[in-house]
């Protein structure tokens, strides 16, 4: 939620949320502790004033003390879905961690999330980086990943920033790619002549602009998309707030109904 709001949630409560201890291990020299995992609410429990906080005590091997910090590094709010992926990607190659023990560790009722975000690590450089910045989502480069040929990708992400598709056009376009090889004549079935994309005309001015994102709904959205995983949006209104879920395979909705109990 955002540094702020936690130190006044501890103001609030004079104290850490009971679900919420700092993880310890006592230290060498036996008369002080070395902490493991809680650094943010750590430090906002600091800057709140507090002089106690709740705190569980394990003794570990140093091998569990590194893939501890691991996955403290993981639940970090401030990570973007590139840094996520190769946070996760390293639990695996360090530990030997399946996915599926990847998602227990962390909380999660799916692999699905796991797998999915780490995948995203299989894109070229200039995609991971058009994530980072903002200017494709995490469901562009899931998109991206339906091609499998270097080059094709690459002439895809062009085409995908230069006419600003959204999701589902990239959905479209990459699956078109994949099946011709060739992205001209990808782009006539996905796009006919008639109707090829034009970049966006800059917006003007209105009454009914689209209400901004605020930075804590990105963290909603992001905490949604790494838990659910698959994309996320997230807009408020005057009295509503609408969270769309995109799946892009059958088995991708069959899992997330599995992790709300339905089937």
């Known amino acids: 939620m955002g540094r702020r709001i936690l130190i006044a949630t501890l103001m609030k409560t004079s104290h850490l949320k009971p679900h919420q201890p700092l993880l310890v291990s006592t230290h060498a020299s036996g008369n002080r502790y070395v902490l493991i995992a809680g650094e943010r609410r750590w430090r906002a429990a600091m800057r709140a004033g507090l002089t106690t906080v709740p705190a ?21 709010a401030d990570l973007n879905v590139i840094e996520e992926a190769a946070a996760l990607q390293a639990l695996k190659d360090e530990f030997g961690l399946s996915d599926e023990l990847i998602a227990i560790r962390l909380g999660l009722q799916s692999r699905v999330a796991v797998t999915n975000t780490r995948r995203l690590l299989r894109l070229p450089a200039a995609a991971q980086q058009a994530i980072v910045a903002g200017h494709i989502s995490a469901g562009h480069g899931r998109a991206l990943l339906r091609i499998d040929d270097d080059a094709l990708q690459s002439q895809a992400l062009n085409v995908i920033l230069t006419e600003s598709c959204n999701v589902r056009q990239t959905e479209r376009l990459c ?3 994949q099946h011709t090889r060739d992205l001209g004549q990808a782009r006539a079935e996905v796009w006919p002549p008639a109707v090829q994309p034009t970049k966006k005309p800059a917006p003007r001015a209105a009454a009914a602009e689209a209400p901004a994102i605020s930075d804590d709904d990105q963290l909603i959205g992001r905490e949604l998309e790494y838990r659910i995983g698959t994309p996320v949006s997230l807009v408020r209104h005057a009295n509503t707030i609408r969270v769309t879920l995109t799946f892009y395979t059958d088995e991708s909705l069959q899992a997330f109904l599995e992790q709300l109990g339905t089937v």
Do not use: F, K, S
Not at 59 to 73: D, K, S
């Open 56 to 76: 569980v005590i394990r003794e570990a091997t140093p091998q569990q003390l590194v893939e501890l910090a691991y996955i403290e590094n993981v639940q970090r």
């Open 175 to 177: 699956e078109a790619v």
